[in-house]
Structures are given as C-alpha cells and as structure tokens.
T-cell receptor, first 114, second 112 residues
Framework: DAGITQSPRHKVTETGTPVTLRCHQT?????MYWYRQDPGHGLRLIHY???????DKGEVSDGYSVSRSKTEDFLLTLESATSSQTSVYFC?????????????FGQGTRLTVV | SQKIEQNSEALNIQEGKTATLTCNYT??????LQWYRQDPGRGPVFLLL?????KEKRKERLKVTFDTTLKQSLFHITASQPADSATYLC???????????FGRGTSLIVHP
C-alpha cells in the first residue's frame, strides 16, 4: 500500500457542514492526488499536489479545497458539503519513473452527505 | 474533449479461458498507458504500464497491447481464474504530466 493511510474510512455528515479528509504517506513521495469514484463516472481527479504548498485543480475541483503543509499529509476539505459530494474518495501517491507514473492508492473514504 | 472508453458491461468468462478487455481513447496522445485492478471496497492496484513506443508488454499471465494508430489498448489475462474476478481500469498519461486519467473500468467475472 506504499504507506498510505486515509482517515476517516467512513463518514456521514449533514448538508452544509465542513468536512476534512486526511491522506498520510510515510514515504515522502512528492506527488499526491485526490480522486473521487462514483458509479458511471469512474475515478475523477479532484486536486493534486506536486510538493509542499504546491497544489493544482483537477477535473472536478468545484466545492473542494486542499492543503499540503507537510510532505506526508494532503488534506481535502469540503467547505460546505452537498449531497452531490456523496462518494468514495481515494488518495493516491505516485512514484515517477522515467517520465511516467505508477500510482498507489489508499483504501478510500466513503463519505455520505445527508 | 478527451475521452477514455471501457466496456461498461461486465465480461463473463469460464475459468481457463483468456479474458480480453478493451480501452479506447479519443482526443488524447498518451505517452503511457497503465492497467489497474480494483477489488470491491479497495483502492486500485497497479498491474502494468506500456509506453507509446511499445507494442506489447507481458507479465506472468497478463499481456497488454498498445496501438496508437487505433487509439486502443487490449488487456489479456490468459488461463483465467475465479480469483481474477475484479474491475480493471485503464489509465492514460501524457509524458511528464504525472497525472493518470482513468477510464470507468470493466468488471470481469470468471466462472468456475
């Protein structure tokens, strides 16, 4: 699992509340990603980071923010959760080879917004 | 817009047969194509990577082909086993982007 831990693993929250998901890695890899996975849509990139305080938006970033103040931690925040953000969230890290990426994923966080 | 297509219908095969999964893409010029396996309730696990200048890559019972003219990759599992039952995802990456873009995946069910 390349030392990736996601927390919490499951969460139920109410619409309008803020939620923060945490991804922790133990290997000091530079690249980290947040994806969401939904039936019919597959894995979609929310945000990614290529270093401390270096982050960028992915395909479905609206309603999400991220922070990376330490190499090992990448936080995903839903400022005001909506039902459309009910999903399974995966954190991933990549280990770049010669200009390519092999991604390693955490076990996921199942978030339900009611 | 960029699009990655994998069969949404599950592939059902008998044990011992060869499973073949397809990944097609449009409006994309990937330098690398990867295949991942995902089991229910788990994150995807990397299986194989093939580069744009490679036609075929093998690893044990797995074989991947990459045809940049057809914009297609085929993923084969020979001598399939029930334990191979899972969802298989393809992912494309442009050279140097370090951002894999995933297809929706195809479910494979191997019947004993």
């Amino acid at each position: 699992d390349a030392g990736i831990t996601q927390s919490p693993r499951h969460k139920v929250t109410e619409t309008g509340t803020p939620v923060t998901l945490r991804c922790h890695q133990t290997e000091n890899h530079r690249y980290m990603y947040w994806y969401r996975q939904d039936p019919g849509h597959g894995l979609r990139l929310i945000h990614y980071s290529y270093g401390v305080k270096d982050t960028d938006k992915g395909e479905v970033s609206d309603g999400y923010s991220v922070s990376r103040s330490k190499t090992e931690d990448f936080l995903l925040t839903l400022e005001s959760a909506t039902s459309s953000q009910t999903s399974v969230y995966f954190c991933a890290i990549s280990i770049p080879g010669q200009m390519n990426t092999e991604a390693f994923f955490g076990q996921g966080t199942r978030l339900t917004v009611v | 817009s960029q699009k990655i297509e994998q069969n949404s219908e599950a592939l059902n095969i008998q044990e011992g047969k060869t499973a073949t999964l397809t990944c097609n893409y449009t409006n994309y010029s990937p330098a690398y194509l990867q295949w991942y396996r995902q089991d229910p309730g788990r994150g995807p696990v990397f299986l194989l990577l093939i580069r744009e200048n490679e036609k075929e890559k093998r690893k044990e019972r797995l074989k991947v082909t990459f045809d940049t003219t057809l914009k297609q990759s085929l993923f084969h599992i020979t001598a399939s086993q029930p334990a191979d039952s899972a969802t298989y995802l393809c992912a494309l990456e442009s050279g140097g982007s370090y951002i894999p873009t995933f297809g929706r995946g195809t479910s494979l069910i191997v019947h004993p």
